[in-house]
């Protein structure tokens, strides 16, 4: 849920009442607004006092300031004075947004300290990072961290923005809203616990995008043995629960191009199968399903804003148990693509999964680009970290134009490397590969894999996000264990690159 209710656009304030948000900089100059507001010099008092240095996203918070009428009064840094990037003023908006009470309206001025009115998107990405800091998953908790049923029963916040062009700010929240949206269902995806989202309950999920104009085809497993899936069968045929393949397709171009594919792994729980995974921490793998909610949220947020373009979604939901018709180490399974793999670990099943993820849409939507999502490797944690995501492909191009939307959106890729030698690791005494080419460049390998699946001449990228996707460090604009990475990421690639 999201403790924010609304986001609103004024020309003007109605009133001095209520919670004041201003921005300064480094060197503490205060914009004209707070001038007119009445508290410049309460402000500059209090900054003194509170060793308040305008540091980036520091706030300073004045409770109920003499001589006004307004309840609290928030001073939030730039820093240095035109120095934020495009992607600071999402997190300008969550640091304003976690300086918040359950309940509280707040009043931005939407104006730089040199009293310049920030620009129409800037002032809707603040509120876009506002709306994402608001979340928070608390559905399982009888008391909202530790808070009473008074609190509870509060309504959520609500933020209104001062901008001299309220009209074109407004607009460009509407797309903003979209893609918040779609993040916060990516997040909702990901922090459900297994017995509540499993195959068929994401499956689900996904149908009910059809209300947003979403053309969505739910395959079953019946459909899947005719197309001679047994790569993705094999990862799910110790569990209890079908798998299911789902095809999202957004058509919101005007001519019939070939669409854009994004492939997402929906592993809705990973034990490891008969190669199970340490105890410890075992939890987390409700989240490795992370590529696949993803691509659900994208969708959602491409189909909400009507995106001018033509793009497919394609997640393979499956459950790795163990179990006595587990598949095993040694075994061998012919993918649809016909390529036989011999399975070396039951654990390295993501890439089983989308191996025949990756030949159905290329099968049926003949699609002119391919991006992959998966949290695949634990191996691209230690060489990234949780900063950025590992970026694989074979087209420079599309490698560029994903660096450039990570660099826009903060949510960062690193390029990796591709190339024979690395092949050479998944070569099979038995099969055509193995899927798995042991420990040293276990990230690089895993993507080699899947390089075998992709038609050459078709330009293919693979994010591994196994560091952004879950357990990821906390950040101005989220406060959740899952943090919908690459929802906002591949929004911004379609704006850019695909939308007539």
Known sequence: ??????????????????????????????????????????????????????????????????????????????????????????????????????????????????????????????????????????????????????????????????????????????????????????????????????????????????????????????????????ALLGVNQGSVRPPRLVALHWNGAESKERPVAFVGKGVVFDTGGISIKPAGGMEDMKGDMGGAAAVVGLIHALASRKAKANVVGIIGLVENMPDGNAQRPGDIVEAASGTTIEIINTDAEGRLVLADALWYVQKEFDPRVIVDLATLTGAIIVALGHDHAGLFSTDDTLASALAKAGEATGEKVWRMPLGQAYDKQIESKFADIKNTGGRDAGSITAAQFLKRFVKDGTPWAHLDIAGTAMSSPQSETNRSWASGWGVRLLDRLVADNYEG
């Open 1 to 230: 849920m999201t403790e924010i209710s609304t986001v609103s656009f004024r020309k003007s304030a109605p009133s001095d009442k209520g919670t004041a948000v201003f921005l300064t900089d480094d060197g503490l100059k205060l914009p004209p607004a707070a001038e007119a507001a009445g508290v410049g010099a309460l402000l500059a008092r209090a900054a003194t006092a509170a060793s308040y240095k305008g540091a980036r996203f520091a706030v300073l918070d004045v409770l109920v300031p003499a001589g006004t009428e307004f309840d609290r009064v928030l001073l939030v840094g730039l820093g240095k004075a035109g120095e934020l990037a495009e992607a600071d003023y999402p997190r300008l908006g969550g640091a304003l947004m976690g300086a918040l009470r359950r309940g509280e309206s707040a009043t931005l001025f939407a104006e730089a300290p040199d009293g310049a009115a920030l620009t129409p998107d800037q002032a809707a990405e603040i509120a876009l990072g506002a709306v994402l800091r608001s979340y928070s998953f608390d559905r399982y908790k009888s008391r909202r961290n530790g808070e009473g049923d008074d609190a509870k029963k509060k309504a959520p916040a609500a933020l209104e923005i001062i901008h001299p062009e309220a009209g074109k700010a407004k607009k460009a929240w509407a797309a903003r809203e979209a893609v918040a949206e779609g993040a916060i269902l990516a997040r909702e995806l990901v922090n459900e616990p297994a017995n509540v989202l499993g195959t068929v309950e994401f499956a689900e999920k996904a149908e009910s995008l059809e209300r947003l104009g979403v053309t969505v085809e739910v395959l079953t497993e019946k459909q899947m043995k005719k197309l001679g899936m047994r």
